[in-house]
């Protein structure tokens, strides 16, 4: 748990060194958090570049106000970094539990079913989290500085790429679930939030693209 706490306070290196070595964290949801945190931080590098500038005064407060979103955002994935690390010791605690008995196998199944939900949970604060930036940056994507497009398309592209990665750990993990109706119910909803959000996502890239195209 110690090391879990350190893990967004590691230093470029140290943390993609931590990610490629055959440590169980951090691993696909906290690279999940830590791409949708880059992504919020992008959105907020293209409203930094407008901000206070006579250009783009008429969309001065929405601005401040994304951009305060956005910082908010930013926060809570870097925090879902040791989240997802912090989930992570319950389920694998579970993995490891005596199944020689009958009661031995009721015990493990009913522990190992609640670390699954919990270990979902954060997965689901980042696709939440980055659906919530995305909603932000698409709606100052077209009002902002016109050289820094590439900036609010590439922070789109991040936070896509985020919701997809932390996707796969809700399925992992609801594919071991008993309880298949519950199972089922959970990756069906974020199956359609990821749906969803492609499209959005791709559909506010590719506008940022031929805008960008357009402008040269």
Not at 27 to 38: H, R, V
Not at 62 to 65: G, H, L, N, P
């Given at each position: 748990?110690s090391?879990?706490?350190?893990?967004?306070?590691?230093?470029?290196?140290?943390?993609?060194?931590?990610?490629?070595?055959k440590?169980?964290?951090p691993?696909?949801?906290?690279?999940?958090?830590?791409?949708?945190?880059?992504g919020?931080?992008?959105?907020?590098?293209?409203?930094?570049?407008?901000v206070?500038k006579?250009k783009?005064?008429e969309?001065?407060a929405?601005?401040?106000?994304k951009?305060?979103a956005l910082d908010?955002?930013k926060?809570?994935?870097?925090?879902?970094?040791?989240?997802?690390?912090?989930?992570?010791?319950?389920l694998?605690?579970?993995?490891?539990?005596p199944k020689?008995?009958?009661?031995?196998r009721?015990?493990?199944?009913?522990v190992?079913?609640a670390?699954?939900?919990?270990?979902?949970?954060?997965p689901?604060?980042?696709?939440?989290?980055?659906?919530?930036?995305?909603?932000?940056?698409?709606?100052v994507?077209?009002?902002g500085?016109?050289?820094?497009?590439?900036?609010?398309?590439?922070?789109?592209?991040?936070?896509m790429a985020a919701?997809?990665?932390?996707?796969?750990?809700?399925l992992?993990?609801?594919?071991?679930m008993k309880n298949r109706?519950?199972a089922?119910?959970?990756?069906?909803?974020?199956?359609?939030?990821?749906?969803?959000?492609n499209?959005?996502g791709?559909?506010?890239?590719?506008?940022?693209k031929?805008?960008?195209?357009g402008?040269?």
């Open positions: 748990m090391e879990a706490k350190q893990l967004v306070d590691q230093n470029c290196r140290a943390f993609v060194e931590s990610l490629a070595s440590a169980p964290t691993g696909g949801g906290g690279a999940a958090a830590m791409a949708g945190a880059l919020a931080a992008l959105g907020m590098m293209y409203l930094n570049l407008s206070g006579p783009y005064q969309h001065e929405d601005f401040q106000a951009l305060k908010e955002i926060e809570q994935l870097l925090a879902c970094v040791d989240e997802d690390a912090e989930v992570f010791y319950p694998a605690k579970a993995y490891r539990m020689e008995t009958e009661p031995e009721e015990q493990y199944q009913r190992l079913e670390a699954l939900y919990q270990a979902c949970a954060v689901e604060k980042i696709m939440n989290l980055c659906s919530q930036a995305m909603d932000a940056i698409e709606y994507a077209d009002k500085s016109v050289l820094a497009k590439s900036d609010a398309a590439a922070a789109v592209i991040l936070c919701m997809n990665a932390a996707h796969l750990n809700i992992i993990n609801t594919a071991s109706q519950e089922e119910k959970i990756a069906e909803e974020y199956d359609h939030i990821l749906m969803l959000n499209i959005r791709s559909e506010i890239a590719d506008q940022l031929d805008e960008i195209r402008n040269r």
